[in-house]
């Protein structure tokens, strides 16, 4: 019973952080796209805007959920359920950090380590497309069908891809369980270059990793491969005719993908949680820094504000920040944020990239991406498969 | 009130195999729409891996495994052979009732 | 615990093979097939088998069905409209299906030994590793021939479905 | 030269002189329909002419070849201690057939491309020619006897499709046919006498097999080595057109001409000889055999000679005087004098070539006609022509200091120590030699022309021709004379090339002290010939009717080939086919075999006709059957204890 009650709470803890995470994050794109774009971006509700999430939510509540005539109904409200609950079970086996050791009692930052944690995301990638193939087709409008029919041939066409990206790093580190994966990208050549299998012999998986990155924006259908929600041609795709939740379920799968994906790039290329530099050139030190340095911003921003406003905000943030930059410090607690903060920044990055890629390029052409995908892609990506595993059997 | 078992014997798994496999037959028979019964082979095909996979669980060794590897791999095969002649079929007749496309008859 | 998720997933996986077959439109029919994979793949976690499972799920729900539905996406197939012709084989079927069903039961529980129930961790070599092993070892031959058979079957597809240029 | 012999003999890659026509063949055969006539011209005599640059080169390479050269490619058979393999060995045997086939070969392909130009289905002549000769290296190349083989039975296809050239006209067919069957025979022994060497030599390599013999001792040698010899000897009789297999020749110029010389004049036909030379060990172990291919020989020789004495179409007349000349070369193998053989094998491929490509010439110039009754007095019309056939003439006939004149002169001293009447018959044979060829000539070139050809436009094609239709008898274009001159010279001077001397490693010399006649006889014979030929053909043509009705019996008789064809088909073949008929075709074939097959069938569709009414062509039903059975299957396991 114990182990149940445990993973329920760790459940409640992760779902409450990812929902957080996936709200914001919707918030962090827009005020980034703005940024790109020369525009503030929200800013009304709440100091920066940050408030705005929330209030999105609350208007996606609360708005008239319509029903459209001629859909198949049992399909149509099955759909965005599907979509996010593949989205959202992919997380349960994220590890996000080394085990909490609070005196004698003992757990893993993750849900469950399955030891075919790879397996596992792959086919929830693999389930993933039936959401977006039901929602266009059983919304019963020609847009939405296209958009239903190539989102699902796309995905298809990237899962191969990316299932092979994905191969050539567990060729070197011949584990599928992603806590091992990491543990087996722990260590520093010369003593300070990482094996992260993107710099690890005897075959660096840049080449993988890049592969991976593409095929995971097209599996996301993210900018420039959105193909399925391509405004300007399918009105708005798959979910053209979903409204108020079942569209904001959408949304969140998406959200929830792309947090799952940078993971999952995370965790098999950048080494996990495991920090950029050994420990001992004061790679711990690196979190309390940031924190520290970020509060005292705040403050010095707080001392002279540009608007009235910031005057009680901005010290709040400051002393926040770096009350937590001196949590980093504490004996307990250090240990076990310090991986998580490797580990979300690293995932960090990557979804930023993602974000920066929206706010940049433009969109493919469809026959662009099928032939990318097949005669780029696909080959690429054997080669690089190939490569790895000579490489690693004659090592 | 009869004591569940704390663990389900093999013949359940092997009984769920058969009601599968059983209804992958009934759907042969009573559809008509070619891509149903196609779909109704396939629940066949997944009867028949379970019960490969329940056999192997019996004797300790995973060639059942093997074997319903093998399957799915042909499966594969068959669905995308199957699917294109079904298209073809279609292409000529524009029909997928099963009846109507009995020209093998005599 | 393991009867318990047994009959919960095996209730799923009948059900939703009824559904193939009583559904009268070839969408619901798909989606309850892929229902009866994904409660079929959880029970070969059961039964230890980690990596068919995952197969299970990549192969068969995650493409096989997903080119169905396509399929029948593509087709705009509809639901089917009842036959004009009757044949034997409707009247005789049930019959058929029940006997077939008898026996089956039968032979099970005579022809199986009394066997301790299945405890979910009993079976270990149904991980990657040991199929891995296990393929390339003992089942190299057939693994080639099933991948100069896949070639075969892309050519096939390709070949049928082409448009013809004329 | 001699410091790097190894590394010369390791790399002389035999195997190009038969791929390259190998490679005009593949090339002409597939593509010649669309390609330019120049295109296919440039491959067919290209291919040859560089296979024949390349056997220059490689014989200058190969230097005195004292030992044969032998090059191994791969196993083709291992089983057991039986090792076949597929070499390709050089001698100065395989030096000189080498030479004479790529060399004669090519000119005759020159003189083909000229024969040929309005033929149709061009590119399949030449596709057929270069197959030949890929073929026929192949023999002349092989070092076992299996290799030797697949070239015989190679060549033997080739003549088929040549012969059978005209496939529309039945008579070309049924020659093709006649080729092919007769020559089924000949392979018949020779393969029996390849399995019986491989059952008593353990294998089929040349050098392995005779240096087996030669340590045999010859006095008493086993009978299976005669027998091995008589069925080689069937072998060679059948290919080389020896009595009692040589009638299938003479319809064999239903061919083209450069065919009937390229096939059945220069080089198939004497596979026989080139086999025999080269098996001579096993002959020299059985004086038999060896006896018998001498009396095989020089009857042959006669009996064609006089059959060549009256036939009136021209290709004919030379078609006995080859098989009478081979005859001559088989009576020098059996003198013993295998270097004789090959010599006049040697010559025999020059004149008769040329006297071959020179009647074609004529026919081409006549249209197609092949009859001299209706020819004469061409001599002014082609000079070109009957100059060069003259050449041939006074060669075959044996003039002093012509090619012929030596290699005859060889066998028959040959024959001489052998036994002295086969010198005198052969002798005779030279007289009748020279009488029908100049009789041909005279016939041709000199009197009053007889023919119609050309004196009014319309011309008939007698058999094929070839189909332009420019009226006036003319001469032929040079790429025909060109090959015509240089084979002139080669047949007069060609007996300056010392082959006797040349083969003495293989082969030793017959020495030995002859009386002044034996080397006389021939000439003066061959020198008569002439003489009476031109007496009764061109000073008093009345003789020979007269002639005719005095002996008009044995007119009949040789005039009809001595009823040889009539004989065959009386013996052999009208029983063969009757039998068939009745036995095998009404009785066997129709009632046994077809009673059952058609028994079997109704049985089946009166079977099917029942269950067809199963096949309802509904999907559904047949599962509905195949679930019914495969129940009625398991309930049946399952209660008769089945399974357990």
Redesign the interface.
């Known amino acids: 019973m114990n182990f149940l009650i445990l993973s329920l709470i760790k459940a409640a803890i992760v779902a409450f952080v990812l929902m957080t995470t996936l709200a914001y994050l919707q918030w962090i794109e827009r005020k980034v796209i703005a940024h790109i774009q020369l525009r503030v971006g929200p800013r009304r509700v709440g100091p920066h805007g940050l408030l705005q999430p929330l209030a999105d939510v609350i208007k996606l509540l609360t708005k008239e959920d319509l029903l459209p005539s001629h859909v198949n109904k049992v399909f149509y409200f099955l759909a965005p359920f599907i979509a996010v609950f593949f989205a959202l079970i992919a997380i349960s086996v994220i590890p996000f950090g080394t085990e909490i050791n609070i005196g004698s009692f003992h757990t893993e930052m993750q849900l469950t380590d399955l030891n075919i944690g790879v397996l596992f995301i792959l086919g929830l990638s693999g389930m993933g497309v039936y959401g977006v193939a039901l929602a266009g087709w059983a919304s019963n409008n020609k847009y939405a069908l296209l958009g239903g029919l190539r989102s699902s041939a796309q995905m298809i066409s990237y899962e191969l891809p990316m299932a092979m990206a994905i191969a050539a790093p567990l060729l070197m580190l011949n584990t599928l369980s992603f806590r091992q994966l990491v543990d087996a990208q722990g260590g520093y050549s010369f003593g300070f270059i990482p094996h992260w299998t993107i710099f690890q012999g005897p075959f660096p998986q840049i080449i993988s990793f890049l592969l991976f990155l593409v095929a995971a924006f097209a599996e996301t259908n993210r900018v420039p491969f959105d193909l399925p929600e391509a405004e300007n041609e399918l009105v708005a795709g798959f979910h053209t005719e979903y409204s108020s939740m079942k569209f904001a379920s959408f949304f969140m799968a998406e959200y929830a993908n792309m947090v799952t994906v940078s993971c999952v790039a995370t965790l098999l290329f950048l080494g996990g949680w495991q920090p950029l530099w050994p420990a001992q050139y004061g790679s711990n030190f690196v979190p309390t820094a940031v924190f520290i340095a970020g509060g005292l911003l705040c403050l010095y921003h707080g001392m002279n504000p540009a608007r009235p406003f910031d005057r009680i905000t901005l010290p709040i943030a400051g002393i926040v920040f770096i009350a937590v930059g001196a949590a980093f410090l504490a004996p307990i607690i250090g240990p076990i944020l310090l991986p998580l903060f490797w580990f979300a920044s690293k995932a960090g990055v990557i979804l930023f990239l993602y974000i920066w890629v929206r706010g940049t390029l433009p969109r493919f052409r469809y026959d662009q991406l099928m032939r990318f995908a097949w005669t780029f892609m696909f080959p690429v990506a054997v080669a690089n498969l190939f490569l790895t595993g000579l490489l690693v059997a004659l090592t | 009130m009869p004591q569940l078992p704390s663990a389900a014997p093999l013949s359940w798994y092997l009984i769920l195999s058969a009601i599968l496999f059983v209804l992958g037959v009934a759907g042969f028979l009573f559809r008509r729409n070619i891509i149903t019964v196609f779909m109704s082979i396939e629940l066949m095909l997944n009867a028949v891996n379970l019960s490969f996979i329940a056999f192997s669980y019996q004797l300790g060794q995973n060639d059942g495994h093997i074997f319903s590897f093998f399957v799915m791999v042909v499966a594969a095969a068959e669905a995308a052979v199957g699917l294109a002649i079904i298209l073809t079929v279609f292409k000529n007749r524009q029909t997928l009732e099963i009846d109507e496309i009995s020209s093998l008859k005599n | 615990m393991d009867a318990i998720l047994f009959l919960i997933f095996a209730g799923i996986a009948v059900i939703c093979g009824l559904n193939l077959v009583l559904q009268k439109h070839p969408i619901s029919s798909a989606l309850s097939l892929v229902g009866v994979m994904g409660s079929l793949a959880v029970l070969y976690l059961l039964l230890g088998g980690e990596f068919i499972s995952m197969a299970q799920l990549i192969v068969y729900a995650g493409a096989i069905m997903v080119l169905f539905i396509f399929v029948i996406m593509l087709l705009n197939a509809g639901t089917e409209r009842p036959s004009r012709r009757r044949l034997w084989a409707q009247y005789a079927g049930v019959p058929l299906l029940a006997a077939m069903l008898a026996i089956a039961f039968y032979i099970i529980q005579r022809a199986l030994p009394p066997s301790p129930g299945v405890h979910f961790g009993a079976f270990q070599h149904g991980n990657p590793f040991d199929i891995g092993i296990k393929l390339f070892e003992n089942y190299v031959l057939p693994f080639e021939v099933t991948s100069l058979l896949i070639l075969i079957a892309i050519i096939g597809a390709i070949v049928l479905a082409r448009k013809e240029i004329n | 030269m001699q410091t790097s012999t190894e590394t010369l003999l390791a790399s002389q890659q035999l195997w190009l002189i038969p791929i390259l026509p190998f490679l005009g063949f593949l090339l002409n055969g597939i593509f010649g329909k669309r390609l330019p006539k120049a295109a296919i011209n440039v491959i067919a005599c290209g291919s040859v002419l560089l296979s024949f640059l390349w056997v220059l080169k490689t014989l200058n390479a190969l230097g005195s070849l004292e030992t044969p050269y032998v090059e191994h490619y791969y196993t083709w058979i291992q089983s057991g201690t039986l090792n076949i393999s597929v070499d390709f060995a050089v001698d100065r045997l395989t030096e000189v057939m080498l030479l004479i086939v790529t060399g004669v070969g090519f000119l005759i392909h020159v003189y083909a491309v000229g024969y040929m130009a309005h033929e149709g289905g061009y590119y399949r002549f030449f596709a057929y020619f270069n197959l030949f000769m890929f073929f026929m290296l192949i023999l002349v190349l092989g070092a076992n006897f299996l290799v030797l083989f697949v070239g015989w039975e190679g060549v033997g296809l080739c003549s088929y499709l040549l012969i059978g050239f005209y496939f529309l006209e039945k008579f070309a067919t049924d020659a093709g046919n006649k080729a092919f069957i007769v020559n089924r025979i000949g392979d018949y022994g020779f393969s029996l006498a390849v399995f019986l060497i491989a059952i008593h030599f353990g294998s089929l390599d040349f050098g392995r097999v005779f240096s087996q013999v030669k340590d045999m001792p010859v006095e008493s040698s086993p009978g299976w080595i005669t027998a091995i010899s008589l069925l080689l000897l069937v072998g060679a009789a059948g290919k080389s057109a020896q009595i009692p297999l040589y009638v299938w020749l003479p319809d064999a110029m239903a061919g083209p001409t450069p065919v009937s010389a390229l096939i059945h004049a220069a080089t198939m036909v004497t596979a026989g000889v080139y086999m025999i030379a080269r098996s001579s060990q096993l002959y020299l172990h059985s004086a038999f055999a060896l006896n018998l291919v001498a009396i095989i020989g020089v009857a042959t020789a006669f009996f064609a000679a006089t059959i060549g004495l009256l036939q009136n179409d021209i290709k004919k007349v030379f078609a006995y005087s080859t098989v009478s000349q081979l005859g001559y070369m088989f009576l020098g193998l059996g003198a013993g004098a295998f270097s004789a053989g090959i010599f006049h094998l040697m010559t025999h491929a020059f004149f008769k070539a040329l006297l071959f490509l020179g009647a074609g010439s004529v026919i081409h110039a006549l249209g197609g006609e092949q009859d001299m009754r209706k020819m004469g007095g061409l001599a002014r019309k082609i000079p070109i022509t009957c100059v060069v056939l003259f050449c041939a003439g006074v060669a075959i006939a044996g003039v002093p200091f012509t090619s012929g004149h030596y290699s005859k002169d060889a066998i028959l001293d040959a024959a001489y120590t052998l036994s002295p009447w086969m010198f005198w018959l052969g002798t005779f044979t030279a007289f009748l030699t020279a009488f029908y060829v100049f009789r041909a000539l005279f016939l041709t070139f000199f009197g009053e022309y007889r023919g119609t050809y050309g004196r009014e436009p319309v011309h008939e094609h007698s058999g094929h021709g070839d189909g332009h239709g420019h009226g006036a008898i003319h001469e032929s274009p040079p790429i025909m004379w060109i090959p015509l001159a240089i084979l002139a010279v080669l047949s007069l001077v060609g007996g300056f090339i010392n082959v006797p001397k040349f083969l003495e490693p293989m082969f030793k010399l017959s020495e030995g002290e002859l009386p002044s006649f034996v080397s006389l006889g021939p000439m003066i014979a061959g020198l008569t010939g002439i003489g009476l030929a031109y007496v009764f053909y061109v000073l008093a043509p009345k003789v020979p009717e007269q002639l005719a009705s005095a002996f008009s019996g044995l007119y009949v008789l040789i005039y009809n080939k001595y009823f040889v064809d009539e004989l065959y088909d009386a013996t052999v073949v009208r029983p063969v086919v009757d039998g068939s008929r009745t036995l095998l075709w009404r009785t066997a074939d129709a009632e046994l075999i077809d009673g059952t097959v058609n028994g079997i069938g109704r049985t089946a569709s009166g079977i099917g006709g029942v269950l067809?009414l199963l096949?309802?062509?509904?999907?559904?039903?047949y599962?509905?059957w195949v679930?019914?059975g495969?129940?009625t299957v398991?309930?049946v396991m399952?209660l008769w204890g089945g399974?357990?």
């Open positions: 067809r096949q309802s062509g509904f999907i559904r039903s599962a509905a679930v019914a495969s129940i398991v309930l399952a399974s357990r």
